[in-house]
């Protein structure tokens, strides 16, 4: 009698096990499943500047930190090529990669005065004005050289690139940087006969960012 109480206690406890698991709990209806979201690409600032822009101002806070208020720097040369595409040329020499904003300068050339060096000229500021004029001996018997007819002349500090130098000895171009308080720097770029570099003040007014082949070091006067 008692294995038969037990084995019918045995069966009611497994019935009620069994019907226990079976029982789903009720779904909270308040309660959504999460949504997932389609994936969307970055919408791009239309506030921040391009990477010409951008160029460009690391370019002219560069050219602040070292002290100066105008960079300089040789891009080539045109090679008697009056018709020039300077945007072609600096994707062949890599200065576009280096420094973007320079294709949205004009594939032209802004002065050319028949010279074969090219120069890009960036004023450390925007606020100021450039001009740039003939230079040279106006006269066999003159003193010196002296600044001439007026070739380029902007009311602000938009970069500009030119072509320069007839001769290998003397600068023939002239440079003014006239800031809004009224001083001004007057520049006359060349390439030093010693080593080709850019020839620079030694002053610091003139910044260099010339790219120059890897391992290159300029010559100084002792």
Same mark, same amino acid.
């Given at each position: 009698?008692?294995? $038969?109480?037990?084995?019918? /206690?045995?069966?009611?406890?497994? /019935?009620?096990?069994?019907?226990?698991?079976?029982?789903?709990? @009720?779904?909270?209806?308040?309660?959504?499943?999460?949504?997932?979201?389609?994936? $969307?690409?970055? *919408?791009?600032?239309?506030?921040?500047?391009?990477?010409?822009?951008?160029?460009? =101002?690391? /370019?002219?806070?560069?050219?602040?930190?070292?002290?100066?208020?105008?960079?300089?720097?040789?891009?080539?040369?045109?090679?008697? &090529?009056?018709?020039?595409?300077?945007?072609? /040329?600096?994707?062949? &020499?890599?200065?576009?990669?280096?420094?973007?904003?320079?294709?949205?300068?004009?594939?032209?050339? @802004?002065?050319? *005065?028949?010279?074969?060096?090219?120069?890009?000229?960036?004023? =450390?500021?925007?606020?100021?004005? +450039? $001009?740039?004029?003939?230079?040279?001996?106006?006269?066999?018997?003159?003193?010196?050289?002296? =600044?001439?007819?007026?070739?380029?002349?902007?009311?602000?500090?938009?970069?500009?690139? +030119?072509?320069?130098?007839?001769?290998?000895?003397?600068?023939? %171009?002239?440079? %003014?940087?006239?800031?809004?308080?009224? *001083? =001004?720097?007057?520049?006359?770029?060349?390439?030093?006969?010693?080593?080709?570099?850019? @020839?620079?003040?030694?002053?610091? %007014?003139?910044?260099?960012? !010339?790219?120059?082949?890897?391992?290159?070091?300029?010559? !100084?006067? @002792?």
């Amino acid at each position: 009698m008692k294995q $038969t109480l037990c084995a019918l /206690l045995s069966a009611l406890l497994l /019935l009620t096990l069994t019907a226990c698991g079976g029982k789903k709990p @009720a779904e909270d209806p308040s309660v959504q499943p999460p949504v997932e979201q389609p994936d $969307t690409p970055d *919408t791009p600032d239309p506030l921040a500047p391009s990477e010409a822009e951008q160029s460009l =101002a690391d /370019l002219r806070e560069t050219i602040r930190a070292a002290g100066a208020v105008l960079g300089c720097a040789y891009l080539g040369a045109t090679y008697g &090529n009056d018709a020039l595409d300077l945007h072609a /040329l600096l994707e062949d &020499n890599g200065y576009a990669a280096r420094y973007p904003f320079l294709l949205d300068l004009p594939s032209k050339l @802004a002065v050319s *005065t028949g010279g074969w060096d090219i120069y890009c000229i960036v004023p =450390a500021d925007e606020d100021v004005s +450039i $001009t740039v004029n003939e230079f040279g001996w106006p006269s066999w018997d003159a003193e010196g050289p002296v =600044a001439g007819e007026v070739l380029w002349e902007s009311g602000s500090g938009t970069p500009l690139c +030119i072509a320069a130098n007839v001769s290998d000895i003397m600068p023939d %171009t002239q440079i %003014t940087v006239t800031a809004a308080d009224g *001083t =001004a720097i007057i520049y006359q770029p060349f390439l030093s006969l010693r080593d080709g570099s850019l @020839a620079v003040p030694e002053d610091g %007014t003139v910044y260099d960012f !010339t790219v120059y082949p890897e391992g290159f070091v300029r010559e !100084t006067t @002792a």
